[in-house]
C-alpha cells in the first residue's frame, strides 16, 4: 500500500530549510521518571539547548501540528507531534556550483548538474552545503523536493520538482523504474577482465555502517558494466544499473577488482578532512532517460560534466572541463 503524503508543516521553511519534525513519544518519561507535563520541559531534555528553547517559544517559532503555537503550559501529547527551526551545524562551503540543465515551470521539473561533496539533501552534518538548500535560496523554491539521490561524492545529473504538486508524478516514475540512468567511472584497468560484464548480487547497508556489503541471498542489485577507452593503466566504464542500492557502482566496480579512483571507502576506508576537495570521487551520472510523467515528452538529460580522459589532467573540481558551454548560471 502507497505510504499517505505527510501534510504540509504548519511553519514556513526558513533560510532554504523546512522545520524540524518532533514526535513526543507515548510512554516517554522525565529524568525523574515521571510523564512529562510540559512540550517545552520534552523540548529542553531532547536538545540539551534550554536558552535555544526559551528563544523560540517566546517568538512563537514552536508549534503543534495542528498549528496552534506552544507556549509555556502547553501539555504534553504523547503520540502528537511538534514542528520547530533548527539552528545550522557549522559547515564547510563546498567550492563547487550547481548548474542547471533544465527547468520546466509547466510540469515543475528541474534538472541540475550536482558537483562532487555536495549532498543532495540535509543529513547529519550536512544541511546548507547541500543541493537542496542551496537551490532553495539561490531560486526561491521553498517547495523545492528532489525526484531521487545521489550519494554526497557522486557527481552529475540530478532531478528535483519544483512545486509540492509535482512530486508525486515524478517519485513515482522514479520509485516505478522509469528512470533509466548511466554512469561513467574511471578506475584502473583489469586485463583479464572480460568486459561487458552484468554483476548481480545482494547488496546491504545497515544503520551505523559507513560501507555497504554483498551478503547470500535473492538478488537486489544489479549493474551493467562497459570498457569506454583506456590510457596509462586507467579506464573509463559506463555503468548502465537497473536497481538503486546505496553505494551500489562503487560495490560493484571493487568486487571486480577495479575500484573507482579516490574512493574514500572502497576497498578501505581512508580518513578524508573536511575541507579537503582535492580528491573527488570519479564517478559520473552521466545522463538520464524518461518519460516525462506530467507532459508525456520523451526526455534526455546529459550532464555537462565529464570525467578526466586516462592520464590526462583534470579541472579544479577534480573532473574534466566539459566542452558543453553553459546555459543557466551556477548555484
Avoid at 554526497?152 to 523504474?177: D, N, W
Avoid at 579537503?276 to 524518461?290: C, N, Y
Amino acid at each position: 500500500m502507497p505510504r499517505r503524503p505527510r501534510p504540509p508543516a504548519p511553519l514556513p521553511p526558513r533560510d532554504g530549510l523546512g522545520p524540524a519534525r518532533v514526535r513526543m513519544p507515548v510512554g516517554s518519561v522525565d529524568p525523574e521518571g515521571q510523564p512529562w507535563g510540559r512540550v517545552v520541559d520534552f523540548l529542553v531534555h531532547l536538545t540539551g539547548d534550554p536558552a535555544g528553547i526559551d528563544r523560540r517559544l517566546t517568538d512563537g517559532e514552536i508549534v503543534l501540528g495542528d498549528g496552534s503555537v506552544v507556549t509555556a503550559q502547553t501539555a504534553y501529547r504523547p503520540g502528537g507531534v511538534v514542528y520547530l527551526h533548527r539552528d545550522l551545524p557549522p559547515e564547510v562551503p563546498v567550492p563547487f556550483d550547481v548548474d542547471v540543465l533544465l527547468h520546466d515551470e509547466d510540469t515543475g521539473l528541474l534538472v541540475v548538474d550536482k558537483p562532487p561533496f555536495l549532498a543532495t539533501a540535509p543529513r547529519g552534518g550536512h544541511v546548507a552545503q547541500t543541493v537542496l538548500v542551496r537551490l532553495r535560496r539561490a531560486l526561491d523554491l521553498p517547495e523545492l523536493a528532489p525526484a531521487h539521490r545521489l550519494d554526497r561524492l557522486t557527481s552529475g545529473v540530478l532531478l528535483l520538482t519544483t512545486r509540492r504538486a509535482a512530486r508525486g508524478p515524478y517519485q513515482r516514475m522514479v520509485q516505478e523504474g522509469g528512470l533509466s540512468k548511466t554512469y561513467e567511472a574511471l578506475a584502473p584497468v583489469r586485463p583479464d577482465l572480460a568486459l561487458p560484464t552484468t554483476v548481480v548480487d545482494r547488496i546491504v547497508k545497515e544503520r551505523g555502517d559507513l560501507r555497504a556489503r554483498v551478503v547470500p541471498g535473492a538478488p537486489n542489485a544489479r549493474t551493467h558494466v562497459d570498457l569506454l577507452d583506456e590510457r596509462d593503466g586507467h579506464a573509463r566504464y559506463r555503468l548502465t544499473p537497473t536497481t538503486g542500492r546505496t553505494h551500489q557502482l562503487r560495490v560493484h566496480l571493487c568486487g571486480l577488482g577495479i575500484p573507482i579512483v579516490d574512493d574514500p571507502l572502497y576497498p578501505v576506508v581512508r580518513e578524508v578532512h573536511p575541507t579537503d576537495f582535492s580528491a573527488p570521487l570519479q564517478l559520473l551520472a552521466r545522463e538520464v532517460r524518461f518519460r516525462d510523467p506530467v507532459s508525456r515528452v520523451e526526455r534526455v538529460v546529459t550532464s555537462r560534466r565529464a570525467l578526466p580522459v586516462p592520464g590526462a589532467p583534470a579541472g579544479p573540481d577534480g573532473l574534466a572541463p566539459s566542452a558543453l558551454p553553459s546555459r543557466a548560471g551556477g548555484v
